[in-house]
């Protein structure tokens, strides 16, 4: 056997050749000595039987070529484990947002990595181990175990007790440091302008902007809103404060909603919501103000004019109005919103009187006919339909003039309301404390408005 053929492995020792060195017509073998001789070659797994076989039956078929007469089993190595995150860190950002029918968003652009408290950021997937093969020699070929990966902890992240989940300390924004460390940062920081580049923003803590505010543009926030530039026509709401270094430029667009206060340099054509305090160092020109406890314009400058000012107890300015008369309304007395659900209520209660007087009508012609034992089962459902209706709405009105009565009591409470002039309130002021007003005529110096005895009173400001 050993004149007639060689036996050979692959470098991998995972699979076994035979090949014939002469090709002798005389000669012969079986497959079990095929096979010994393979064993005394180090061959000793997988050999492959049926070629053997058909090796033995008609060996002058293998004459001339390389024939696999074994085959072991290749290791497997197991996969590494990877860190998954609950958003995608890779995704590149400013990519406009896809709207239905196949419209782009071009202001909606930035998707920041929001999570609130005790929110999962990223978890363990663990890696698996690998599976050992064998050589055609029977030697097992060892596999190789998959790396485990492991948390690279940064601010504001905690683990659970069994180290496989990691999760947000505080409200805020997802990100990868050097070395790929994992943070929860509070704030975000727009390193220039709210533009398309950077879109809408919407994010669950405090937003700084180190440029500007263009029209059209949104930043919603659930912490405070800082802008060290100027903003314009765009839509700034905030639970929190917002406070912009240059001024507001809106051209009666947009909107600066604040559940605490606003602070900024000066307010032109714009729309100012504060929960608490309105401060402005320079002006406020024709727009539209509202604060639940004081808008304050007491700068070098201090100038009020044109628009609409209301705050829920004081208003004060260095100068209101100008020598051109131009309309201006101060407001004190009661907070802004309540003057809001004022109006509504009212227009409210007009539309249920309207309503209920036609179910009544309706009502009275039913009665006519079931007194007339003319009513048929369609119109008595009508008239059970019609019954329930004037109840409800019965019970509206009256919950309506409820809540009416109760934000006209406010209206009276007007002591400590006041409108404080430091230097010069002009001619074409209308001042208005809770119920009472009182259009400023002439210009006067150094005045404080407040209410007295049924009327808007005016005193020297101290």
């Known amino acids: 056997m050993q004149k007639y053929v060689v036996v050979q492995q692959s470098p991998d020792k995972l ?3 035979v090949q014939f060195n002469v090709a002798d017509e005389t000669f ?3 497959a079990s000595q095929l096979e010994e001789y393979l064993m005394s070659h ?20 293998y004459y001339y070529k390389q024939t696999v007469v074994a085959e072991g089993e290749a290791a497997s190595n197991g996969k590494d484990g990877y860190i998954r995150f609950s958003y995608d860190m890779d995704e590149e950002g400013y990519r406009p947002v896809e709207l239905e029918g196949g419209k782009v968003d071009f202001k909606e652009v930035t998707q920041l990595k929001n999570v609130k408290r005790g929110q999962l950021v990223a978890e363990k997937v663990g890696a698996t181990p690998g599976k050992d093969g064998v050589a055609v020699t029977g030697e097992p070929i060892a596999g190789r175990n998959g790396k485990e990966a492991y948390f690279k902890l940064g601010k504001n992240v905690v683990l659970n007790p069994e180290q496989t989940a990691l999760y947000a300390a505080i409200d805020g924004l997802v990100s990868l440091t050097d070395k790929s460390k994992i943070n929860v940062f509070p704030v975000y920081e727009v390193n220039g302008d709210v533009d398309y580049k950077i879109g809408n923003i919407d994010f669950v803590g405090t937003v700084v902007v180190r440029g500007n505010v263009l029209a059209g543009f949104k ?5 405070d809103i800082r802008v060290v530039g100027g903003v314009e026509g765009a839509v700034l709401e905030t639970d929190g404060s917002v406070e912009i270094t240059g001024g507001v430029l809106a051209s009666g667009k947009g909107l600066i909603k604040a559940g605490k206060n606003v602070k900024c340099s000066f307010i032109q054509e714009g729309n100012v919501i504060a929960a608490e305090d309105v401060l402005v160092s320079q002006s406020i020109m024709h727009s539209q103000v509202r604060a639940g406890r004081s808008v304050q314009c007491t700068g070098a400058k201090g100038l009020v004019v044109g628009g609409s000012i209301q705050a829920g107890e004081r208003v004060v300015a260095r100068t209101i109005g100008n020598t051109m008369s131009t309309a201006t309304v101060i407001e004190v007395g009661v907070r802004p919103e ?3 659900e004022l109006l509504e209520r009212r227009t409210q209660l007009r539309a249920l009187n309207e309503s209920l007087d036609k179910t009544e009508k309706a009502l009275a012609l039913l009665d006519q006919l079931a007194a007339a034992g003319t009513l048929s089962n369609d119109k008595l459902a009508m008239r059970i339909k019609l019954t329930s209706t004037k109840r409800a709405a019965l ?5 309506n003039k409820d809540r009416l009565l109760e934000i006209e009591r406010s209206l009276e409470d007007t002591d400590s309301a006041k409108v404080d002039v430091v230097n010069v309130i002009y001619g ?6 809770g119920r009472n007003t ?19 009173t005016m005193a020297p400001y101290r």
């Open 15 to 17: 699979t076994a050749f």
């Open 28 to 30: 012969s073998c079986t």
């Open 42 to 61: 180090g061959v000793k797994h997988g050999v492959l039987r049926n070629v053997l076989d058909d090796i033995a039956a008609v060996p002058s078929r």
């Open 219 to 223: 930043i919603k926030a659930s912490g």
């Open 338 to 340: 309540l003057r809001s």
């Open 395 to 399: 019970e509206e009105i009256a919950d």
């Open 428 to 433: 074409g002021t209308k001042i208005v404390i």
């Open 438 to 456: 009182r259009f400023v005529k002439d210009a006067a110096q150094r005045i404080s408005f407040r209410y007295s005895e049924g009327d808007v």
